[in-house]
């Protein structure tokens, strides 16, 4: 196995982990990150997000080749738009998953590029203009 293939294997198995969390026992730890200008109910918005990253992660793993920018398009936009979730945690000073103070909040911030440049960078996805296919 490739390491492309690898690193996009470890990430969808790893979104394909933090849906199935999100709707089982780290549920109400999710509930800290949704932010309060979210018109849905907080768990609610739990549920939801969890059942994307379930889809994502298996995409991830499942896709075929012709098909892999895509998800790894979507998946790097997907955590583009669950960042101000963690933005709001640090900010409303929320504990969760071991984040119990500001500095592992804020550090935990520098996270999401990563995932972002993961989930591209394992699907071979080039940016030159956005994100759109």
């Known amino acids: ?70 998800a790894g398009k979507i998946a790097a936009a997907f955590f583009v738009a669950v960042f101000p979730g963690n933005l709001s945690q640090y900010v409303n000073r929320r504990s969760a998953f071991g984040l119990d103070t500001d500095q592992k909040r804020f550090a935990r911030l520098f996270f999401q590029p990563a995932l972002i440049y993961w989930a591209l960078k394992s699907t071979h996805t080039k940016l030159t203009r956005g994100i759109a296919p």
């Open 1 to 70: 196995m490739n390491r492309a293939k690898l690193a996009r294997a470890a990430l969808g198995g790893l979104l394909v982990f933090a849906g199935v969390s999100h709707l089982t026992f780290a549920r109400r730890a999710f509930r800290a990150q949704v932010p309060d200008w979210v018109p849905l109910n907080r768990d609610l918005t739990v549920v939801a997000s969890g059942i994307a990253e379930i889809a994502l992660g298996a995409s991830l793993v499942l896709t075929n080749e012709p098909n892999q920018a895509l």
